[in-house]
């Protein structure tokens, strides 16, 4: 086992206005360098705040992110935006295929590839999201749909750099119901074993996220398991007080 250096990333979803750059200021100036040496930090913006929350992050170790973006470079799309559009106003890195994309635009694993394709394309890594519905767990075909998704989603040439892995179960995400730590143990565990044997050491080294419903109450737990090199936090990344008592398991 080596040492991967954790990410917490916030993913504001479709929340904030202007007025919600206040609440990033304090997240960010709340992550202190000591704190910044033992994990990175990054908040997904909505696209409409991309470009002032990277103003506002400029010079904090916070990074900013986006939530999704279209596969192609530019065209006749109207209403999406490009992973280069993105990066332009200020995104180091894009989240795609986040369940709500797959459940809400009935994105498939082969669009979630392209769009990752398309971050690289950008030149910032990709934030690849998988996870099981709570009939496939109770069906007991957790680790077979999450294989079938890696597979599916994540592009060859995938890096330790530019590929980050968020396992988020769809039951657990905002809904106050976390796995065991053994459970994510177990999922995490078999992604890994995934990883190596598509992309040997980059798999290896590839940042492996849990998300769903991570608070202060439970981070240290889950971040304390094998192979949970960070998480992914939607709600509680909207609160300061939250997010930065999650950065506390660190
Ligand atoms: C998410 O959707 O990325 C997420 C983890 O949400 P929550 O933390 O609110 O469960």
Request: charged share 20%.
């Amino acid at each position: 086992t080596q040492t991967i250096k954790p990410l917490v990333a916030g993913n504001w979803k479709m929340n904030g206005t202007r007025a919600s750059l206040e609440e990033f200021s304090r997240i960010a100036a709340g992550v202190s360098a000591d704190l910044a040496a033992k994990a990175d930090t990054m908040i997904c913006a909505p696209a409409t705040l991309t470009a002032l929350m990277a103003a506002a992050a400029n010079g904090t170790p916070v990074q900013v992110g986006a939530q999704d973006c279209h596969a192609k470079a530019n065209g006749a799309h109207t209403g999406d935006l490009a992973a280069e559009m993105l990066v332009d106003a200020g995104a180091s890195a894009i989240i795609v295929g986040h369940s709500e994309r797959r459940a809400d635009h009935g994105e498939s694993d082969s669009d979630v590839r392209a769009k990752a394709e398309a971050a690289w394309r950008a030149g910032v890594p990709a934030i690849i999201c998988v996870g099981e519905t709570e009939a496939q767990r109770k069906a007991g075909e957790e680790v077979a749909v999450v294989s079938a998704q890696l597979a599916g989603s994540i592009p060859d040439g995938a890096t330790a750099q530019n590929s980050i892995i968020a396992y988020e179960p769809v039951w657990a995400i905002g809904t106050g119901l976390t796995p065991t730590a053994a459970d994510v143990e177990a999922m995490h565990g078999a992604m890994r074993d995934v990883l190596v044997k598509r992309f040997g050491a980059e798999g290896a080294a590839m940042r492996l996220l849990y998300g769903g419903s991570v608070k202060p109450a439970n981070a240290a737990e889950l971040m304390g398991v094998a192979n949970v090199d960070g998480a992914l936090v939607g709600g509680a990344s909207l609160k300061a007080a939250d997010f930065l008592g999650i950065l506390a398991a660190y």
